[in-house]
């Protein structure tokens, strides 16, 4: 009884070493993350030169100039924090805000990166996929860092970074230099860069 208790106190503030392994089911009534979205991506989405829809502000001066058509937000690294204090609710709602961003922004691909102390592992999730599970390794401790670390050295070229965390963490990441989203569910705390989109998971 006291080692499930310790082990339950433990994971509750993210200090439970071992690495384990649980199945978390994607909701399907998702939260709407089409508002949150859209205005934390306002500026990171790409666009296209096009002279089909020509730039309604000059055509009254009889300039028709190509107009800008949107297309997808590029490369999105998205950390999913799995580490003990995350509850397998809070995981279900993180995960499904993966697939509100392959909806909404259309992103070239997605890294689904799963991070607790350390990065655990690594997913690429193309435009147009879909899932309804997802396979959460971790349940560890947790570090914001090594997923910034691994986004950085590995190439991938992130063009923003959501991180989608309850904000609870043993070090200070270092601003990676591109945009970031933390997705939480955290009231009242401030992150040293990047934007606070709260979620109700």
């Not at 979205?37 to 009254?60: C, K, T, Y």
């Not at 805000?97 to 909806?103: F, K, M, Q, R, T």
Request: with cysteine; hydrophobic share 40%; glycine share 10%.
């Amino acid at each position: 009884v006291r080692v499930r208790q310790a082990t339950a106190a433990a994971k509750r503030v993210g200090k439970f070493g071992t690495a384990l392994r649980e199945m978390v089911e994607i909701p399907t009534d998702r939260v709407d993350w089409r508002d949150k979205f859209r205005m934390a991506f306002d500026g990171l989405l790409r666009g296209e030169v096009s002279w089909a829809r020509p730039n309604r502000r000059f055509i009254q001066q009889g300039l028709y100039l190509p107009g800008l058509r949107r297309t997808g937000a590029g490369r999105i690294g998205f950390v999913l924090d799995t580490s003990g204090s995350i509850s397998a609710n809070e995981l279900s709602g993180y995960t499904a805000a993966v697939l509100g961003i392959l909806e909404e922004t259309g992103p070239e691909v997605v890294a689904l990166i799963q991070c607790d102390a350390q990065v655990q592992r690594i997913e690429y999730i193309q435009a147009g996929e879909r899932f309804d599970r997802i396979e959460v390794h971790g349940r560890g401790g947790t570090r914001f860092q090594p997923a910034f670390d691994w986004i950085a050295e590995s190439g991938f070229g992130a063009d923003a970074i959501v991180y989608a965390t309850d904000l609870n963490c043993s070090d200070k990441p270092q601003d990676p230099g591109v945009p970031v989203i933390w997705l939480t569910p955290a009231h009242n705390r401030t992150m040293p860069f990047g934007e606070i989109v709260p979620v109700s998971v």
